[in-house]
T-cell receptor, first 113, second 116 residues
């Protein structure tokens, strides 16, 4: 079936460096993508989203890039801080007529001082 | 932003008992809510879609008689794990969608269920 997956299960970065978390998706019909941050024992927290008619979207310290040609999504975090340590999930809206999200496997981001 | 409250945050129960988890949208009406479960170090797996006033739609492999979902109002959905067994121990998370045309989902804080 269709799936959303991640390349790196764990990413370790030094405080102040930039982080890049990658995600591959397989459903070429998906038109909406979201990045979530999940801290231990908590629910996912919305970070940023992007529609398929865009290839880049910026937020506060975060940027999402979408490459539909290779079905690749990335989350860039600038000046990574200890508070950014968490598991990050990409999610994909399953189709145009549905609200269901398919979640990727997750990447753990560890920020070292 | 919109707030989704989930209660309880954790629960421990004996095998064979039933546990009810509540999901409330505090400052918006949620026409659709979703229930997920998450095992340690794994991703969120969608269990069912809950629509206000109608029966829930369950994902393949999810037993509807075991995981009872009730979405009786626009601000409340409940998930009842019936006759819980240790293999039902998991982190259960709900999410709510505000209205049509707004694709953003808001998540509850999750419920950790431990079945002894």
């Amino acid at each position: 079936g269709e799936s959303v997956g991640l390349h790196l299960p764990t990413l370790s970065v030094q405080e102040g460096d930039n982080s890049i978390i990658n995600c591959a998706y397989s459903n070429s019909a998906s038109d909406y993508f979201i990045w979530y941050k999940q801290e231990s024992g908590k629910g996912p927290q919305f970070i940023i989203d992007i529609r398929s008619n865009m290839d880049k979207r910026q937020g506060q310290r975060v940027t999402v890039l979408l490459n539909k040609t290779v079905k690749h999504l990335s989350l860039q975090i600038a000046a990574t801080q200890p508070g950014d340590s968490a598991v990050y999930f990409c999610a994909e809206k399953e189709g145009y007529n549905t609200d269901k999200l398919i979640f990727g496997t997750g990447t753990r981001l560890q920020v070292f001082p | 932003g919109a707030v989704v409250s989930q209660h309880p945050s954790w629960v421990i129960c004996k095998s064979g008992t039933s546990v009810k988890i509540e999901c409330r949208s505090l400052d918006f009406q949620a026409t659709t809510m979703f229930w997920y479960r998450q095992f340690p170090k794994q991703s969120l797996m969608l269990m069912a879609t809950s629509n206000e006033g109608s029966k829930a739609t369950y994902e393949q492999g999810v037993e509807k008689d075991k995981f009872l979902i009730n979405h009786a109002s626009l601000t409340l959905s409940t998930l009842t794990v019936t006759s819980a067994h240790p293999e039902d121990s998991s982190f259960y998370i709900c999410s709510a969608k505000a209205d049509r045309g707004n694709e953003k989902l808001f998540f509850g804080s999750g419920t950790q269920l431990s079945v002894l």
